[in-house]
């Protein structure tokens, strides 16, 4: 048997009732870097997950958790399956079961390479998305700007939900991988509405209204064809739901469908509070942005009657945790003069920041979801910067769009990196950003300020 199990390529342990080892072979040893004298026949278990535990094979957090977490499905007779980093990088598939004899049996396999495929895959499905998004906010005069703050917001939500233990039937892996994205796609219905409604400047009539609100039918309309051609896509059918319920409102006054409390899918309550507390803070052709003030004590109120309170809890916690001992804070130093561009900058402020928090920094969806909109900001960040100093006949253009093409480069070789990558990147973007506004926003941009 041990000749067998020598060679495959699984890693496999074996362990009897009493958690000592009865059968390992040469995989699981060489895969985890230990000798015949830590793992061998009578071992005890325990001991090895310390050893590793203290390696930081684990990755951050008590090793007695780690132990108890090991331990514990050897002691309930439960199977796992669980995807996980390395240290070094590689991606484990870990899966355990139960003996009849009541011991257990764990193999492992390094899944890197197909892991690297499905974020490519992913990547192009990202990209899809955008695509579609922009489309239709840029019908509605907006940026994609907007999609990717409301995704980022989703995805921290979405998390502290989890980690506060709300809707565990819900809530799961999938469903947490995939919101963010889904939620990109929420007013992808505007792209049926007729442009005579959809730009009018003034009031819309009754019958107007009723267009406008249609978005909703048509968006999730679209999404449930492409469903239909991929039925197992997770994100197209929770992106399907977002479309269409993200306007109901938790007392049962919103449309299409005048759905009341948790009979709205929660994924769509989710999205409902972090797009209207963009929509709010953010500036409009046809109002200011709102202090952020203003805007969490209108969620407050709203808690139970327009939203989920759950939600609104976590939402609070979230933008809580933004307000918290920020890396940079914004000041009148930094202004170059120019409202727009002195936006822009703010706007990198509050990204450092956030990207910077001990929590995002460790969690992978956030990370994609601030580099892409890092991306964004580049493109429309600079031009509209360039364009600003065409007009003040800045003569320092040239060596401006050298820096900005230097810097875009470098944005994108981080996020190159991550997407082809297993590890994360918060880090680096944190100290690239804080770089960025050292370098660039605090020197080259103070030479044309005031202008």
């Not at 793992?39 to 278990?45: E, M, P, S, V, Y």
């Not at 995807?83 to 011991?103: M, V």
């Not at 040239?398 to 810097?407: C, F, G, P, T, Y």
Request: hydrophobic share 40%; aromatic share 6%.
């Amino acid at each position: 048997m041990a000749e067998a199990f020598d060679s495959i390529d699984l890693a496999v342990l074996v362990l009897d009732a009493d958690h000592r080892v009865v059968f390992v072979n040469d995989g699981y040893r060489t895969m985890f870097g230990l000798d015949e004298r830590v793992c061998r026949a009578g071992a005890n278990f325990i001991d090895v997950v310390w050893i590793l535990a203290d390696r930081g094979e684990f990755g951050a957090g008590a090793a007695n958790d780690i132990v108890a977490e090991r331990l514990q499905p050897i002691r309930d007779g439960r199977k796992i399956r669980l995807t996980r980093p390395r240290p070094n990088g590689h991606i484990l598939e870990e899966t355990g079961a139960p003996l009849a004899s009541g011991g257990y049996t764990y193999s492992f396999a390094d899944i890197t390479a197909q892991h690297i495929a499905s974020e490519r895959l992913k990547a192009a499905n990202r990209a899809t998305v955008r695509a579609l998004a922009d489309l239709a906010e840029f019908r509605d005069n907006d940026t994609g700007e907007h999609v990717v703050r409301v995704a980022r917001l989703t995805q921290e939500i979405t998390r502290t939900l989890d980690q506060a233990g709300a809707f565990p039937d819900e809530i799961t892996p999938d469903f947490r991988a995939q919101i963010g994205i889904a939620s990109i796609l929420h007013d992808i219905g505007k792209v049926a509405i007729p442009d005579g409604i959809l730009r009018k400047p003034g009031s819309l009539d009754a019958a107007e209204r009723q267009a406008m609100q249609d978005h909703t039918v048509a968006g999730a309309a679209i999404l449930g064809k492409t469903l239909v051609l991929a039925p197992d896509s997770t994100y197209l059918r929770i992106a399907a739901e977002i479309a269409r319920h993200h306007h109901e409102r938790y007392d049962g006054g919103g449309y299409p469908g005048a759905l009341q409390g948790t009979q709205i899918p929660l994924a769509a309550r989710i999205v409902a509070v972090a797009d209207v507390y963009d929509a709010l803070t953010s500036e409009r052709p046809y109002k200011g942005p709102w202090p952020e003030r203003d805007a969490t004590n209108y969620l407050a109120a709203q808690a139970g009657v327009q939203f989920d309170p759950a939600v609104i809890a976590a939402t609070l916690s979230v933008l809580e945790a933004r307000s918290q001992t920020p890396v940079i804070r914004w000041t009148e130093a930094m202004s170059v003069g120019h409202p727009i561009l002195d936006r822009d900058h703010r706007a990198l402020v509050g990204l450092v920041n956030q990207i910077s928090q001990p929590a995002n920094r460790e969690d992978r969806a956030v990370q994609e979801l601030v580099l892409d909109e890092l991306l964004d900001y580049t493109l429309a960040h600079f031009a509209r910067e360039e364009d600003h100093l065409r007009q003040i006949g800045f003569a320092g253009l040239k060596r401006h769009e050298v820096i900005h093409h230097a810097l875009t480069r470098k944005l994108e070789s981080i996020r190159s990196t991550f997407m082809a990558g297993t590890r994360n990147v918060g880090g680096e973007v944190a100290d690239f950003l804080a770089e960025w506004l050292r370098d660039h926003i605090l020197q080259e941009d103070m030479k044309y300020a005031g202008g």
